[in-house]
């Protein structure tokens, strides 16, 4: 279950924020002003994109959002809200490539099973993560992989600091549930 304070409303960018100014100067047709919203958003694309993306599919899928993004700039209603709406396309993009890309192997029923649980790799910890409700699943990415503060998080996303607090201390305490680790 998403927890109440992740289905707060998105936070958009104050008036006259850079992100705002940037929109603004992209729907008038300046490029640079979208290379700029991508140096500032790429990261947390990634992030988003990787919590529902394989992992050797997010690069490509971070440029297919940023190019959807521009195609489809002239829609974008609230200019402050930007972040949000980024998201929103990550997601949308990462899902329709898993959709497309879903194929279903036959099991050999004679493999063995493992002998002992593996050690925590890159894999299973990615596996633990994505297997997280939604809001948690992106701001764990976002802060451990792709390194972002929470009030970072909270910009990029449009979350608010507060939602972006407890996402990420009930995301790390389901993560250690699920990977087995002991926390206080």
């Not at 440029?63 to 949308?92: C, K, P």
């Not at 099973?113 to 994505?130: F, M, V, Y």
Request: hydrophobic share 40%; net charge neutral.
């Amino acid at each position: 279950m998403i927890a109440p304070d992740a289905l707060e409303p998105r936070r958009p960018d104050p008036p006259g924020g850079e992100s705002t100014a940037l929109v603004t100067a992209a729907l008038a047709g300046d490029q640079r002003a979208f290379s700029g919203l991508y140096e500032r958003y790429a990261r947390a694309v990634h992030g988003v994109v990787l919590a529902h993306a394989p992992p050797d599919d997010v690069k490509d899928l971070v440029q297919e959002t940023f190019l959807a993004a521009w195609r489809q700039l002239h829609s974008l209603r609230d200019r402050g809200a930007f972040g949000g709406w980024l998201m929103a396309i990550a997601r949308n993009v990462a899902r329709q490539s898993r959709r497309a890309n879903l194929r279903l192997v036959p099991l050999d029923e004679g493999l063995p099973a493992p002998a002992s649980e593996p050690e925590i790799d890159g894999d299973r910890a990615l596996a633990a993560i994505r297997s997280l409700p939604e809001a948690y699943r992106e701001t764990l990415l976002l802060r451990l992989v792709e390194g972002m503060s929470g009030p970072e998080i909270a910009e990029r996303t449009g979350l608010t600091h507060g939602s972006v607090r407890v996402n990420l201390h009930r995301g790390m305490q389901m993560l250690r549930d699920t990977l087995g680790w002991k926390h206080d």
